[in-house]
């Protein structure tokens, strides 16, 4: 079992016009679901994603569009100055800043996730990591950071490379009284560990509210991890909603 979750890769594709589409399609299709599950709020929120041919310019949601309503073709091409290359909007200035920060830190980042979801906002009070208390919160063991500090809204370039800094080279942050960000090395991994990892949030609130989690012990957790938090596991998990997504959204590829 391990080996076959382990050999799922995201497919090879050969043209970059036929990779660029497909990640603005699958951006998209993660601004569908997300919209479906709750995690929109007003104008906040942002999917990025490399573009294949340009590395240095990255895929963003146009400023006031409601996830529910975003296609490809109205995502902007911006540089990491905030300048629009293509497309026609307005880009939120912390979308650009945050996002450029992680995506000149991360050359293997391919998309970033960030949206001020329910329980990754109370979660996020707390100023705490995640703990191994259920085999999906493993995914994010020893793999996801604490950014304590909160100075207002992220609009400068130096507290977007404090939040990067405190990523690392991890595959999660928690933004202490804010929200939640993800990274992944395809639009499909990065999206799924923003949904798994708001789960993970909403279940150790529930979980706390109840008493004292049990925690797994850091071998069995790390052991976990090696099959549930994997890139190629990352991938695996968001093509059932991608497909459920796309037969109810079939504009998504007009």
């Given at each position: ?19 660029r ?38 895929w ?14 109205q ?6 100055k ?9 880009v ?41 208390i ?72 529930l ?36 497909n ?9 590829f007009?």
């Amino acid at each position: 079992m391990t080996e076959s979750v382990t050999a799922l890769c995201p497919p090879i594709v050969l043209g970059v016009e036929e990779e660029r589409l497909r990640r603005k399609q699958r951006a998209s299709a993660a601004f569908r679901l997300f919209a479906q599950m709750g995690f929109d709020h007003g104008v906040t929120g942002h999917v990025t994603v490399r573009d294949p041919q340009f590395p240095e310019l990255f895929w963003v949601n146009p400023f006031g569009v409601h996830f529910g309503l975003i296609k490809p073709n109205q995502l902007l091409l911006v540089d990491h100055k905030g300048t629009i290359v293509q497309g026609s909007g307005e880009v939120n200035v912390p979308a650009y800043v945050i996002h450029a920060a992680i995506h000149e830190a991360r050359p293997e980042v391919v998309a970033a996730v960030h949206t001020h979801s329910t329980y990754g906002k109370v979660w996020s009070t707390t100023g705490r990591m995640l703990d191994p208390i259920t085999q999906d919160a493993c995914a994010f063991f020893r793999n996801h950071s604490v950014f304590q500090r909160y100075t207002g809204i992220i609009d400068s370039v130096s507290e977007a490379q404090l939040l990067s800094e405190s990523l690392g080279e991890n595959k999660a942050a928690i933004l202490s009284n804010h929200g939640l960000i993800t990274v992944g090395e395809t639009v499909d991994s990065a999206a799924w560990w923003f949904i798994a990892m708001e789960r993970c949030c909403q279940v150790q609130v529930l979980s706390e509210s109840c008493g004292t989690p049990l925690r797994i012990p850091d071998a069995e957790a790390l052991k976990a991890r090696s099959v549930v938090g994997t890139e190629a596991a990352g991938w695996r998990n968001f093509q059932p909603i991608f497909n459920f997504i796309s037969r109810q959204a079939p504009d998504l590829f007009d």
